[in-house]
């Protein structure tokens, strides 16, 4: 079974950016779509984009639109998760997973980091 380590979180101040990576171990579990989600206190895990196994097609949620970007280093087996003008309201934990194909409902996920958190101070 894969095992999932997020980094790069941490306390920034509004419109900053942030980049958080994901490792996949082995490194050669490489054959699995891969995604981003928060979850802020209170709240449901919520969907913020995934990535095909090969990089090839990325999915996106409403919150992401146009702030965030998923990427996929192949050879490294880390995904990246670039967030642009952060705000307040994305303060949140930050959780990759890893599946079949991509979802929007967590539930489908098989494989999930320990997170990584984002304080967005306004």
């Known amino acids: 079974q894969v095992q999932l380590k997020e980094s790069g979180g941490g306390l920034v101040q509004t419109g900053s950016r942030l980049e958080l990576s994901c490792t996949a171990s082995?490194?050669?579990?490489?054959?699995?779509?891969r995604a981003w989600f928060r979850q802020a206190p209170g709240k449901e895990r919520e969907f913020l984009a995934s990535?095909?196994?090969?990089?090839?097609?990325?999915y996106y949620g409403d919150s992401a639109k146009g702030r965030f970007t998923i990427s996929r280093d192949i050879a490294e087996n880390t995904v990246s998760l670039q967030m642009y003008r952060l705000e307040p309201e994305d303060t949140a934990v930050y959780y990759c997973?890893?599946?079949?194909?991509?979802?929007?409902?967590?539930?489908?996920?098989?494989?999930w980091g320990q997170g990584t958190q984002v304080t967005v101070s306004s």
């Open positions: 990535i095909t196994w090969d990089g090839g097609n990325t």
């Open positions: 082995p490194r050669t579990f490489t054959s699995y779509a």
């Open positions: 997973a890893a599946g079949e194909r991509s979802a929007v409902r967590p539930e489908f996920w098989d494989s």
